[in-house]
C-alpha cells in the first residue's frame, strides 16, 4: 500500500462510512504525477471532485503532514475512477463515441443519493454493473417521474464504460425512430448491427413500445440476440411489465426473467440530502429551513425540485438578493399554488386519520379526547397551509362557530412545534405524505 492509498485509509476511518462510499470509495492516488510538496488524487467524476475539493481538502493536507512532515498541496483531478485497472476497449474508438453519446457523465452512482425509497432499485443496479449478464438479465427499472430511473440506468453504462465496455444506451424514442429510418431506407441490416453488436443495451421509457407492433418484433428478436450472448439488458418504465397496455406476451414474459426493481418516492429525509447535494454541486447556498421548507412542500419529482433550485439562485443573482425563507417563499409560490389547488381538506383527514390511528369521521365530529382533538388540530394547520382554503372555509368544513376556531388551533399547534422537536418533525412527515398522495391525484 504506498501513502496516498495509506492516507485514504486513514481518512476512512474518520468520516461516516456513507460519505467514504458517496464520494471516496473510487478516489485514487497518482503515484505518477504526486511529488512530495503537491500530491494528486484522481476522484470518478467533477462532482464527487468538487464535493471532496470542498470538505476534505484540508483534512488530507493534514494526514499527510503527520505521516512525512510535510505540508503538500493538494489536487483533485477528474479522471481513472478506480483502483483496478481499465480493461482494454473491445470495440473501436469510432463505434464506442457513436454507441455512447447520448450518456451524461455526471449520472454516476456516486452522485446518486441512496434512500429506503430507492436502495433496492441502487443495489440491484449496482450489482448488474458490477458483473453484467450474470446476475439479473434483463434488469427492469420502473417508478414515477423523476425519481432517478435515468441517472441509474445511465450509471450502469457509465461504470460500464470504464471497463471499456461497448455500451449502447437510447430511449424507446429514439430507437423507434431509428427503426423507421433504416426500414423506410431498406437498410436494417446495419440498424441490427448497431444495436446487436454491444455489451450492454440501456433501454429508456420502455412503456412507448406500446401498440407498437413491428418495433415490438424487432426489439424482440434484438432481446434474443444480446441474451443469448450473455449480454447485459436494463431497461426502465413508468410501471411494470404487467401494465404496459398492447404489449405482446413474449416480450412481457421477456422482460420478466430477469429482476424487476421499483423506486418509490423519496422519504422525507432523502428529499433533503438530494437537495443538499445539489446545492453543494452547483454552489447554491441555502440554510436547513429553507430546504426543510422545499423539501416539505415540493412534489416528488427530483427534477422539478432541481429546477426550482436553479432558478431560485437564478433570481438571487438577478435581483442581487440573498435566498431567506421569505425570498424562496415568494419565488416558487406560483408552483405551490398550482399543487395546492389539488389538495382536499378530505385528502388531509384520510392521511392524517391513518398515521394517528384516528377515525376520519372522529376527527370531523365534535369529540373532546386527547387524541381526536390533537389529530384534529394537525388537519387544521396543515389544510391551512397546504391548501389554498380560508380560514372561514375550514371552520365550515369542521362545523364550528367562526374562523376564531381554527385561529386557536393554529396558535396551539405552532407553541406545541416550537417546544417539542418530535411534534415538528412529525408535521415535515405528514406534510411530506400530503403532498405525494396529491403527486398521485394529479
Same mark, same amino acid.
Given at each position: 500500500?504506498?501513502?496516498?492509498?495509506?492516507?485514504?485509509q486513514k481518512l476512512r476511518k474518520e468520516i461516516p462510512p456513507e460519505e467514504y462510499e458517496r464520494y471516496l470509495r473510487h478516489l485514487h492516488y497518482d503515484d505518477e504525477a504526486s511529488?512530495?510538496?503537491?500530491?494528486?488524487?484522481?476522484?470518478?467524476?467533477?462532482?464527487?471532485?468538487?464535493?471532496?475539493?470542498?470538505?476534505?481538502?484540508?483534512?488530507?493536507?493534514?494526514?499527510?503532514?503527520?505521516?512525512?512532515?510535510?505540508?503538500?498541496?493538494?489536487?483533485?483531478?477528474?479522471?481513472?475512477?478506480?483502483?483496478?485497472?481499465?480493461?482494454?476497449?473491445?470495440?473501436?474508438?469510432?463505434?464506442?463515441?457513436?454507441?455512447?453519446?447520448?450518456?451524461?457523465?455526471?449520472?454516476?452512482?456516486?452522485?446518486?443519493?441512496?434512500?429506503?425509497?430507492?436502495?433496492?432499485?441502487?443495489?440491484?443496479?449496482?450489482?448488474?454493473?458490477?458483473?453484467?449478464?450474470?446476475?439479473?438479465?434483463?434488469?427492469?427499472?420502473?417508478?414515477?417521474?423523476?425519481?432517478?430511473?435515468?441517472?441509474?440506468?445511465?450509471?450502469?453504462?457509465?461504470?460500464?464504460?470504464?471497463?471499456?465496455?461497448?455500451?449502447?444506451?437510447?430511449?424507446?424514442?429514439?430507437?423507434?425512430?431509428?427503426?423507421?429510418?433504416?426500414?423506410?431506407?431498406?437498410?436494417?441490416?446495419?440498424?441490427?448491427?448497431h444495436y446487436r453488436n454491444c455489451d450492454l443495451l440501456l433501454i429508456d421509457d420502455i412503456q412507448f413500445l406500446s401498440r407498437k407492433e413491428k418495433t415490438q418484433d424487432e426489439l424482440?428478436?434484438?432481446?434474443?440476440?444480446?441474451?443469448?450472448?450473455?449480454?447485459?439488458? &436494463?431497461?426502465? *418504465? $413508468?410501471?411494470?411489465? =404487467? /401494465?404496459?397496455?398492447?404489449?405482446?406476451?413474449?416480450? !412481457?414474459?421477456?422482460?420478466?426473467?430477469?429482476?424487476?426493481?421499483?423506486?418509490?418516492?423519496?422519504?422525507?429525509?432523502?428529499?433533503?440530502?438530494?437537495?443538499?447535494?445539489?446545492?453543494?454541486?452547483?454552489?447554491?447556498?441555502?440554510?436547513?429551513?429553507?430546504?426543510?421548507?422545499?423539501?416539505?412542500?415540493?412534489?416528488?419529482?427530483?427534477?422539478?425540485?432541481?429546477?426550482?433550485?436553479?432558478?431560485?439562485?437564478?433570481?438571487?443573482?438577478?435581483?442581487?438578493?440573498p435566498i431567506t425563507l421569505e425570498f424562496a417563499r415568494n419565488a416558487i409560490k406560483d408552483q405551490l399554488k398550482e399543487k395546492q389547488e389539488n389538495i382536499s381538506i378530505d385528502d388531509?383527514?384520510?392521511?392524517?386519520?391513518?398515521?394517528?390511528? &384516528?377515525?376520519? *369521521? $372522529?376527527?370531523?365530529? =365534535? /369529540?373532546?379526547?386527547?387524541?381526536?382533538?390533537?389529530? !384534529?388540530?394537525?388537519?387544521?394547520?396543515?389544510?391551512?397551509?397546504?391548501?389554498?382554503?380560508?380560514?372561514?372555509?375550514?371552520?365550515?368544513?369542521?362545523?364550528?362557530?367562526?374562523?376564531?376556531?381554527?385561529?386557536?388551533?393554529?396558535?396551539?399547534?405552532?407553541?406545541?412545534?416550537?417546544?417539542?422537536?418530535?411534534?415538528?418533525?412529525?408535521?415535515?412527515?405528514?406534510?411530506?405524505?400530503?403532498?405525494?398522495?396529491?403527486?398521485?391525484?394529479?
Open positions: 500500500m504506498n501513502l496516498g492509498e495509506k492516507i485514504i511529488r512530495v510538496d503537491r500530491v494528486v488524487f484522481r476522484a470518478p467524476n467533477i462532482f464527487a471532485a468538487r464535493w471532496i475539493r470542498s470538505n476534505y481538502l484540508n483534512t488530507l493536507a493534514h494526514l499527510f503532514e503527520i505521516e512525512s512532515g510535510i505540508r503538500p498541496e493538494i489536487e483533485i483531478q477528474v479522471g481513472g475512477t478506480s483502483r483496478a485497472p481499465k480493461a482494454t476497449p473491445r470495440k473501436s474508438p469510432e463505434n464506442k463515441s457513436t454507441a455512447t453519446a447520448l450518456l451524461n457523465p455526471s449520472f454516476t452512482f456516486e452522485s446518486f443519493i441512496v434512500g429506503s425509497s430507492n436502495q433496492f432499485a441502487y443495489t440491484t443496479a449496482l450489482s448488474v454493473a458490477e458483473k453484467p449478464g450474470k446476475l439479473y438479465n434483463p434488469l427492469f427499472i420502473y417508478g414515477g417521474v423523476g425519481l432517478g430511473k435515468t441517472h441509474l440506468l445511465q450509471a450502469i453504462g457509465n461504470y460500464r464504460l470504464q471497463q471499456g465496455d461497448q455500451v449502447i444506451y437510447t430511449t424507446l424514442e429514439h430507437f423507434l425512430n431509428k427503426f423507421l429510418s433504416h426500414l423506410q431506407s431498406q437498410t436494417m441490416e446495419k440498424f441490427r448491427e424482440f428478436h434484438t432481446f434474443n440476440e444480446l441474451h443469448n450472448a450473455g449480454k447485459q439488458i &436494463v431497461m426502465t *418504465s $413508468d410501471r411494470p411489465p =404487467k /401494465k404496459i397496455a398492447f404489449l405482446e406476451e413474449r416480450l !412481457r414474459t421477456r422482460f420478466e426473467w430477469g429482476l424487476q426493481a421499483d423506486i418509490q418516492p423519496p422519504e422525507l429525509e432523502t428529499k433533503i440530502a438530494i437537495i443538499q447535494k445539489k446545492c453543494e454541486l452547483d454552489g447554491i447556498r441555502l440554510d436547513q429551513e429553507i430546504i426543510h421548507y422545499i423539501a416539505t412542500h415540493m412534489g416528488d419529482n427530483i427534477r422539478e425540485i432541481e429546477g426550482t433550485l436553479i432558478r431560485l439562485n437564478a433570481m438571487s443573482a438577478m435581483l442581487n438578493q388531509i383527514v384520510k392521511i392524517v386519520s391513518k398515521e394517528l390511528n &384516528v377515525k376520519p *369521521s $372522529d376527527i370531523r365530529s =365534535k /369529540k373532546r379526547n386527547k387524541n381526536v382533538v390533537n389529530a !384534529r388540530r394537525i388537519v387544521i394547520y396543515l389544510a391551512r397551509n397546504l391548501t389554498p382554503n380560508s380560514m372561514p372555509q375550514i371552520a365550515l368544513y369542521f362545523g364550528m362557530k367562526d374562523h376564531s376556531a381554527v385561529s386557536h388551533a393554529l396558535r396551539k399547534i405552532n407553541e406545541i412545534a416550537e417546544s417539542d422537536e418530535n411534534f415538528k418533525v412529525l408535521l415535515d412527515e405528514l406534510s411530506h405524505k400530503v403532498g405525494t398522495v396529491t403527486k398521485k391525484i394529479e
